[in-house]
């Protein structure tokens, strides 16, 4: 899909003139601000395909939001909201979204697999199963939403245009680094493996300057910073998970996580077996042969895709 070509009769005296002001070069005289024009830009792109009520409703909404037009007290159909978040939503192929300044995009991870992310400006995103993040990488930020999964991130320095990835309960704040983000229910931790990152709480309003080698985890609301080993917990990035002693349950649990993949156990005795070692993740055969070779148990791949764990 490409974005639509848009015909002057279409728009009203008041968006031809933001129109040209959109398309003008920006001055430090006359700065542009990148979520208005990105916002404008959706409405006035939404032109092309009706001129019905609702769209015309739409479009002067956003022209009230930029200043253009004076408001007018009369009632506001309920359906603009609902219009709004159509508009912002009209998916194109290879996983974004359509918006007129081309910003916004999104990434969703597969439902069994690990998927491998590379933004414009460099940055690479390795997403857990049915992970999914929505980026905007503008000429003065950079923001990534978190929206669920597990997420490593080696972000592309830049000290102007610091990195920030957001979840529903916090906020990390990064210049150039690599680091973790692990979210289940209610328990976040962000582990720094390398560089400077600020972490915050959008809910208690805690905030914290991490070093390498740190976590930040909440629990549940229960705030604390720790000695890690980032390079065990980033090494799902890598291909592979680190154990040690750990239950098999335990195992299991972390594997559904980041591959989408279950660990059957056919008895309770095999789920309380213990290991320390690495299980790969990109490949079932290799992760049965590693799992019969570490334990007395016997691992066979699934048709599903799974793993069945059965005692030897």
Request: proline share 4%.
């Given at each position: ?5 848009l ?21 430090p005289?006359a ?60 998916a ?21 697999g ?21 980026s ?26 610091p ?57 549940a ?92």
């Open positions: 899909m490409t974005a639509p070509n015909k002057p009769d279409a728009l009203s005296e008041q968006e031809r003139t933001f129109l040209g002001s959109l398309n003008a070069p920006a001055s005289d700065p542009r601000n990148e979520e208005e024009a990105a916002l404008m830009g959706t409405w006035l792109a939404m032109a092309a395909f009706a001129d019905t009520a609702e769209i015309k409703a739409m479009r002067h909404e956003a022209l009230l939001a930029a200043g253009v037009v004076r408001p007018v007290k009369r009632p506001v159909s309920r359906y603009v909201g609902i219009g709004l978040a159509a508009c912002l939503t009209l194109i192929g290879g996983g974004g979204f359509f918006a007129w300044s081309g910003r916004m995009q999104a990434f969703t991870a597969p439902a069994q690990i998927a491998h992310v590379t933004l414009k400006d460099g940055t690479e995103i390795t997403l857990s199963a049915g992970g999914q993040i929505r905007r990488i503008g000429a003065s930020k950079r923001e990534i939403d978190l929206v669920r999964g597990d997420a490593y991130f080696a972000v592309t320095h830049d000290e102007k245009r990195l920030t990835v957001t979840t529903s309960s916090h906020r990390a704040v990064d210049l150039g680094t690599e680091f973790n983000i692990t979210q289940t229910g209610d328990a976040y931790r962000l582990t720094l493996v390398s560089g400077a990152v600020r972490i915050e709480n959008l809910k208690t309003g805690y905030a914290s300057d991490l070093k390498p080698g740190q976590s930040y985890i909440d629990q609301g229960h705030e604390r910073i720790s000695d890690d080993a980032p390079a065990r917990v980033s090494s799902w990035a890598r291909g592979h998970l680190a154990f040690e002693d750990a239950s098999l349950s335990d195992v299991g649990v972390a594997f559904q996580r980041l591959t989408g993949r279950r660990l059957i156990f056919t008895t309770p005795a095999v789920a309380r077996l213990h290991l320390s070692g690495t299980v790969n993740l990109d490949n079932v055969d290799r992760a049965s042969q590693a799992l019969s070779a570490a334990l007395p148990v016997t691992a066979t791949p699934t048709a599903q895709g799974d793993i069945l764990v059965s005692p030897r």
